[in-house]
């Protein structure tokens, strides 16, 4: 049979209509319970899940992200066919935690990113806490090949920075310097360690990346990586997508559980630096 008579969508290697990817769904209100240290099979309430997620250390960068089994970083190009009610409730409470949200260009651009807006009730626990109401989003770019007319600058309750290096495009530097702080750090290329050093400057200690994987595998090869929050999705996704970190090799680092939670099947891990290996 010729991929012609097999009709419409059908691949030319096998003569099959691709199957359509559906997105595994995840009960609701699935309870997360703690699996490790203390065992718990109680459900962890808003209060408990905040506490679970206090910070190891004073200023530290953690990082955030949900894979598949089989270590896909994304489901047909995005991590939302990985996530569930579950990993978005510990991915807000990320959020609520933070002074500034790091994100590579490509993530803002492949997920369409948003304004990084909270809701009242955790802008509330944020100035309780002596925090300002939102976390500052800072996007990474070398290009800066970002539309500043976008929503996550555009619409940003507080005013985002952009971290790029001197040989950044002078037009698109000037076009988004009227939306965000442009901060050139290096010259080629961003250099993370000192971007981070001018975060920490301004007042943003607790440092949450959300991804994508270059700017993780940036990070590790930099050795900015705290902490690893890695919700595991239990599902096997197949070939085709890359892993949660990506670009040039680095040398292997060693990190300890710190934590392990459950939601069903869904395992939602920290992982940090082990005692005594700090950070540059
Ligand atoms: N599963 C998850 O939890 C998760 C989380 C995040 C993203 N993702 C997925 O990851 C994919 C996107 O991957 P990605 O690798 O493109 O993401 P990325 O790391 O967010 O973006 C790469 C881009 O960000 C900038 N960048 C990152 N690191 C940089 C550095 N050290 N120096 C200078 N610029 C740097 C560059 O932007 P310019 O091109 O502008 O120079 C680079 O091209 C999407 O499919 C998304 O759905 C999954």
Redesign the pocket.
């Known amino acids: 049979m010729t991929s012609a008579a097999a009709g419409p969508g059908a691949t030319a290697s096998t003569g099959r209509r691709p199957r359509r990817r559906r997105r595994p769904e995840r009960p609701v209100n699935e309870p997360i319970v703690r699996l490790w240290p203390g065992p718990d099979p109680t459900p962890l309430g808003d209060e408990a899940l905040i506490e679970a997620y206090a910070p190891h250390q004073p200023a530290e960068l953690r990082v955030?992200?949900?894979?598949s089994l089989d270590g896909a970083?994304?489901i047909d190009?995005?991590?939302a066919g990985?996530?569930g009610p579950a990993d978005k409730r510990v991915f807000g409470v990320l959020r609520m935690r933070c002074d500034a949200l790091l994100?590579?260009?490509?993530?803002?651009r492949?997920?369409g990113y948003r304004a990084v807006r909270l809701d009242a009730r955790r802008r509330a626990w944020r100035t309780a806490q002596g925090r300002a109401p939102f976390p500052v989003l800072v996007v990474?770019?070398?290009?800066?090949?970002?539309d500043p007319t976008s929503a996550p600058f555009a619409e940003a309750p507080v005013r985002p920075v952009v971290l790029?290096?001197a040989n950044a495009p002078a037009d698109r530097r000037t076009a988004l310097a009227r939306v965000a702080d442009v901060i050139a750090v290096g010259e080629q290329?961003?250099d993370?360690g000192a971007g981070v050093q001018q975060l920490r400057e301004r007042g943003l200690a607790e440092l949450l990346s959300?991804?994508?994987?270059?700017?993780?595998g940036?990070l590790t090869g930099a050795d900015l990586v705290d902490e690893l929050c890695l919700?595991v999705a239990p599902l096997l996704a197949g070939p085709g997508?890359?892993r949660?970190t990506?670009?040039e090799p680095v040398a292997p680092q060693t990190l300890a559980l710190r934590q392990l939670l459950a939601a069903g099947d869904l395992l939602l891990t920290r992982y940090g630096r082990s005692a005594g290996a700090a950070g540059p």
């Open positions: 955030n992200f949900v894979t970083v994304a190009g995005l991590s990985l996530s994100v590579g260009a490509g993530t803002v492949d997920e990474v770019s070398r290009s800066l090949a970002l790029t290096c290329d961003v993370l959300e991804g994508g994987p270059q700017l993780f940036a919700t997508a890359g949660i990506a670009g």
